[in-house]
């Protein structure tokens, strides 16, 4: 048979496979997401999310040099706060010694190379376990706000290079890129989640942080996964508003979102591969049902080919290290 294509070619070995690769994985584009709990020498495993941890300070500046180690330089970090701290105004968020504040501290301190990245939400301060204040029931968007740059400020203050709203309230970047401004951080990056979707996919993470809503769902304020061309709009306002990075999340279910972003937007974009999407691979690898080493990688590289430029995964130890194996 004569055959003037033969798409084979360019599959025939792992070296020319490699050699004309589109997308390629590296340590430097994922960020590791950590939790970070009170007390020394704690390391406590997080049910539904294998081979994840909830991590005292001491323990967060080990993993913090471990992942810088193997190439992954940024971190995103989230506080689980004790019930008794937890109200409706989101008080303890801006305790210039709360656990986050400290943490962004400590990892500064003893990692100063380190891209600091901080979680603003009010949920896990939240007595209620919404991302806002309550009243009647209904999350309040712009008070909600206005604590949400003064915790931006804290972050920034404690050392934070980049706060990373993921509360979904409107208006919420131009205010605190605002307040960063008067405050003096104009170096201070925000990281905004800006096509946040109501997921199911987030129910090992609020197992994580004890952050589920008390009632209701979040369906107010994150996006309604039937729709993508909200995306667009949300993403090109928080743009307006003063983002540097623009987040989609979650990720593996959100592809075609992402690709979208990518084609309307010249600021990096981040995809969120969150905890659900993490637990489901672990659990069928824990039946013997998939390759997690395989699906991990497959997974990654699919985010990156959508168009994700960086992606926050609670794989990001394990992918560098195999990719540090296999290279
Ligand atoms: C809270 C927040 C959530 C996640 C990141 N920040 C949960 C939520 O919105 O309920 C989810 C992360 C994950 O599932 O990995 N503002």
């Not at 949300?234 to 989609?248: C, F, N, T």
């Amino acid at each position: 048979m004569f055959l003037s294509k033969r798409y084979r070619i360019l599959r025939r070995s792992p070296a020319i496979r490699s050699m004309v690769a589109e997308t390629r994985l590296h340590p430097e584009q994922f960020i590791a997401p950590l939790f970070v709990v009170e007390g020394n020498d704690v390391r406590e495993p997080i049910p539904s999310m294998p081979d994840y941890f909830r991590l005292s300070l001491d323990e967060l500046v080990r993993e913090a040099k471990e992942l810088w180690s193997l190439g992954v330089k940024s971190v995103l970090l989230f506080a689980k706060v004790p019930d008794d701290l937890k109200d409706n105004t989101g008080k303890e968020a801006l305790n210039p010694n709360g656990l986050m504040q400290r943490a962004i501290r400590t990892l500064k301190n003893n990692l100063p190379d380190l891209c600091v990245m901080t979680d603003v939400a009010l949920d896990p301060y939240s007595s209620y376990g919404h991302d806002g204040i309550v009243e009647n029931g209904e999350i309040v968007n712009d008070p909600t706000v206005e604590v949400l740059a003064k915790m931006s400020v804290s972050h920034a203050e404690a050392g934070a290079d980049f706060v990373a709203p993921s509360d979904m309230m409107d208006g919420r970047i131009g205010a605190i890129r605002q307040a960063l401004e008067e405050h003096g951080f104009h170096l201070t990056g925000i990281m905004a989640y800006s096509a946040k979707y109501a997921s199911c996919f987030y129910g090992p993470f609020r197992d994580a942080l004890d952050s589920a809503p008390g009632f209701g769902d979040k369906k107010t304020y994150q996006m309604d996964y039937a729709n993508s061309r909200e995306a667009i709009k949300e993403v090109l306002q928080d743009i307006e508003e003063g983002a540097d990075i623009v987040m989609v999340k979650p990720a593996v279910a959100y592809l075609d979102v992402i690709h979208a972003v990518k084609q309307q937007v010249w600021v990096p974009i981040s995809a969120y591969h969150v905890s659900g999407e993490y637990a489901m691979i672990k659990a069928a690898a824990m039946q013997g049902w998939l390759d997690e080493s395989k699906a991990m990688l497959e997974v990654l590289t699919s985010i990156r080919r959508a168009g994700a430029d960086l992606i926050a995964t609670y794989f990001a130890k394990q992918a560098a290290r195999l990719l540090q194996e296999i290279a």
